[in-house]
């Protein structure tokens, strides 16, 4: 089973920015806390992934709480091709991904 | 080509039928995964490989085969399907071992495109 509860979908307006919220409260103390997102039909597509501090990258910034049973991924200006599903997934190395349901991200014109 | 590669990306077939999907990764990986998505459901751990030898099999059918001859490739041959069977299939690779602790980081999966099944 997934360890993460997200919300099943969300709606944002082009140009402002999107956070997407995740909630992970049995986190254990070396597991991360990636962000992939899944466009219709096409293969699951890595975004970022952080442990404790908030990480950024060219695609999102990841802001993880002090106590880690949460984090929130910022698309700082959504555009309409960042339409997608989104997964939050938590996972130590050497274990499966395990996918939930993730939030159905509509971005509105 | 870069990345991971699968082939057909459409594939329709008889109950009856025999057939296979490839998955190729162009990134020196390790490990090499199937998946399966049902319509509205989430992805499905159906097999994991990791240095080429099976370390997973999430409890599928043995009507589903896979065959790992290198670290580069991963086949999923199909044989007696039926309707429900029908789904987006992708294959992933990462450097990551499974099972095994690793340091390095960057050891997210990198997903094909998938190979969209339809039994008939």
């Known amino acids: 089973d997934a360890k993460t509860t997200q919300p099943p979908s969300m709606d944002c307006a082009e140009g402002r920015a999107a956070n997407l919220p995740c909630n992970h409260s049995t986190i254990s103390g070396n597991e991360y806390v990636y962000w992939y997102r899944q466009i219709h039909s096409q293969g699951p597509q890595y975004i970022i992934h952080g442990l404790k501090n908030n990480e950024t990258n060219e695609m999102a910034s990841l802001i993880i709480t002090e106590d880690r049973k949460s984090s929130t991924l910022i698309l700082p200006h959504a555009t309409l091709r960042d339409t997608a599903v989104y997964y939050c997934?938590?996972?130590?190395?050497?274990?499966?991904?395990?996918f939930g349901p993730g939030t159905r991200l509509s971005v509105l014109p | 080509e870069t990345g991971v590669t699968q082939t057909p990306r459409h594939l329709v077939m008889g109950m009856t039928n025999k057939k296979s999907l490839k998955c190729e990764q162009h990134?020196?990986?390790?490990?090499m995964y199937w998946y399966k998505q049902s319509a509205k459901k989430p992805l499905e751990l159906m097999f994991v490989y990791s240095l080429e030898e099976r370390v997973e099999n999430n409890s599928v059918p043995s009507r589903f085969s896979p065959e790992c001859p290198n670290s580069s490739h991963l086949f999923l041959h199909l044989h007696t399907l039926q309707p429900e069977d029908s789904a987006l299939y992708l294959c992933a690779s990462s450097q990551d071992l499974p099972g095994v602790v690793s340091l390095d980081p960057y050891n997210e999966q990198f997903f094909g495109p998938g190979t969209r099944l339809t039994v008939l």
């Open positions: 997934i938590v996972k130590n190395y050497g274990q499966n991904f395990v």
């Open positions: 990134l020196g990986h390790n490990a």
